[in-house]
């Protein structure tokens, strides 16, 4: 199994602030990866394809880039409906997602 | 539009077999690079892919799950349904159908999830 370990597993932030949400893969995964937006009992939204494309309907502010093992989503400026949690997802080889990061109010 | 739904029983009892169906509408399953997953998600932690169908009939089974799941499709009923086996507490969660383009695409478009419980 591909295991995919985020940083961090929490953060804390503000309106307007950038952040950034690291994702390791346990082995190469090229750029098979995706980012979704998780909040309080809904199902995941697909944000980011294939490390760096934005789904159609994703605000600009969301970005996605790395290959191989490391990867980033970057929210530019953060806006009160992106307090969520975000979990990347590879699918090289099977199917299989990380941890979570929690983006929480500061 | 393409929308998924799931649908089966809430709570189910240790050692019984849990049976959920997803009822999707928007695309067909007998199109070239249609699948359908399931993935799960226990209350509080991270998601968990299950199982896969293609298009083509090809399937794909977590290998940690192999031994419990069977994923089929009805095509003409544009429904996909998962079986899971001896189903132990550890096996509460949500389950999500999930559709996906092409065999390298990622989970695009999600059902609202089915909450399912195990317990006697």
């Known amino acids: 199994d591909i295991r995919m370990t985020q940083s961090p597993s929490t953060l804390s932030a503000s309106v307007g602030d950038r952040v950034s949400i690291t994702c390791r893969a346990s082995?190469?995964?090229?750029?098979?990866l995706a980012w979704y937006q998780q909040k309080p009992g809904k199902a995941p939204k697909l944000l980011i394809y294939?490390?760096?494309s934005l789904e159609s309907g994703v605000p600009s502010r969301f970005s996605g880039s790395g290959s191989g093992t490391e990867f980033t989503l970057t929210i530019s400026s953060l806006q009160p409906d992106d307090f969520a949690t975000y979990y990347c997802?590879?699918?090289?080889?099977?199917?299989?997602f990380g941890q979570g990061t929690k983006v929480e109010i500061k | 539009q393409i929308t998924l739904k799931e649908s089966g029983p809430t709570l189910v009892k240790p050692t019984q077999t849990l049976t959920l169906t997803c009822t999707f509408s928007?695309?067909?399953?007998?199109?070239?690079?249609?699948?359908v997953a399931w993935i799960r998600q226990p209350p509080g932690k991270a998601l968990e892919w299950l199982a896969l169908?293609?298009?083509?009939?090809?399937?794909r089974y977590s290998p940690s799950l192999k031994s419990r799941l069977t994923i089929t499709k009805d095509t003409s009923k544009n429904q996909v349904v998962l079986t899971m086996t001896n189903v132990d507490p550890v096996d509460t969660a949500t389950y999500y159908c999930?559709?996906?383009?092409?065999?390298?695409?990622?989970?695009?478009?999600w059902g609202q999830g089915t909450m399912v419980t195990v317990s006697s």
């Open positions: 999930v559709h996906i383009l092409g065999k390298s695409g990622a989970f695009d478009i």
């Open positions: 169908i293609y298009w083509d009939d090809d399937k």
């Open positions: 997802h590879q699918y090289n080889s099977y199917w299989t």
């Open positions: 294939k490390a760096s």
């Open positions: 082995q190469s995964i090229s750029s098979w």
């Open positions: 928007g695309f067909s399953l007998s199109t070239s690079g249609v699948g």
